[in-house]
């Protein structure tokens, strides 16, 4: 896979700061965009970054809070005015299309391409919800105030890893490594028949990216996530308040890390922060205490998954 990455657009909760807009995400995969939720600001956020609108495949919506949801129109709308054509896809809970339905309605605004929506109640936890030759996107079951779900993307069908070393040790000339990467068998001018497997060694673990938004701790997570290369989590609250992340269905630091912890995922980034905080230095400690691999997400930051897997080896 030539490129996988995560770039950051809003990392506040549901009131916006001069510093943290609301949740939005964009996951990028061999240079195609897939939007993952779309708080007030995300088109301008896509600007800024020079996100290519054309690339825009497929929108996922977590769940139906303001933040989370009220920079789609404004969006779906842009793209009409860059005349887009190809078909969108947006998996979501099903009032949004009842939203949208009204807001265009009420404001006069005609698509000028077609929306493909997809209901996320249509789908059971873990179920696959969009899938390519390259990589699947499945849902994740989160514990919300409202309906809500987490997404993962994880690749698939990786190939084996062609080893050089191996096919100069045999005396394969470089013209037919392309044929045996494929799988397929080729006869030396010596009469010698090499075989695939010969050269090819065990394919890359798959790289995966789980987003889970607004949730409580929710133990029965682990085994959709186990073993994901980054983990997203909201810690909409320190460890101090857990009462009051009971009582809004939110997650602390310090369950976030304890999370990444039992699924024993590689990296964790801590996100969805309350506008009470604007030191976000207390939630890397509190995470650190229980999980080393933490990092606190900011606005414009880009994670590329194949170096956070360099990186870890």
Do not use: W
């Not at 789908?123 to 696959?128: D, E, I, S």
């Not at 030759?133 to 069908?157: A, I, M, Q, T, Y």
């Not at 701790?217 to 073993?227: A, D, G, M, N, Q």
């Amino acid at each position: 896979m030539s490129n996988f990455e995560v770039r950051i657009f809003g990392t506040g909760s549901a009131i916006p700061t001069n510093s943290r807009l609301p949740s939005s995400q964009i996951v990028t995969i061999n240079d195609r965009h897939y939007l993952v939720d779309c708080g007030e600001g995300t088109q301008i956020q896509l600007i800024r970054n020079r996100i290519k609108f054309s690339r825009l495949d497929a929108i996922f919506i977590s769940h139906m809070h303001g933040d989370h949801v009220l920079g789609v129109p404004g969006l779906l709308n842009s793209l009409s005015m860059y005349e887009r054509t190809h078909p969108l896809k947006i998996f979501a809970p099903a009032g949004l299309k009842d939203v949208l339905d009204v807001i265009f309605a009420q404001t006069h605004s005609y698509l000028t391409y077609e929306l493909e929506f997809f209901p996320l109640e249509d789908y059971k936890p873990g179920a696959v919800i969009y899938k390519t030759d390259k990589f699947e996107v499945s849902s994740l079951p989160l514990e919300h105030r409202v309906f809500c779900r987490g997404f993962l993307f994880r690749e698939v069908n990786k190939k084996p890893k062609f080893d050089f070393y191996k096919a100069k040790a045999l005396g394969v000339p470089n013209n037919y490594f392309k044929l045996l990467k494929q799988g397929n068998t080729i006869q030396l001018a010596d009469g010698r028949e090499i075989l695939p497997d010969m050269v090819l060694g065990e394919a890359e673990p798959p790289m995966s990216y789980a987003y889970c938004s607004d949730t409580r701790f929710v133990e029965k997570l682990v085994p959709y996530i186990k073993r994901s290369m980054l983990l997203y989590h909201e810690s909409t609250f320190l460890h101090d308040m857990k009462s009051r992340a009971d009582e809004t269905y939110h997650s602390t630091a310090k369950e976030a890390a304890t999370l990444a912890k039992m699924a024993e995922v590689k990296h964790l980034l801590l996100g969805h922060f309350s506008a009470r905080y604007r030191d976000l230095t207390p939630f890397m400690e509190e995470a650190k205490e229980i999980f080393s691999n933490v990092q606190i997400a900011r606005e414009g930051q880009v994670l590329k998954l194949k170096e956070l897997t360099e990186s870890n080896e």
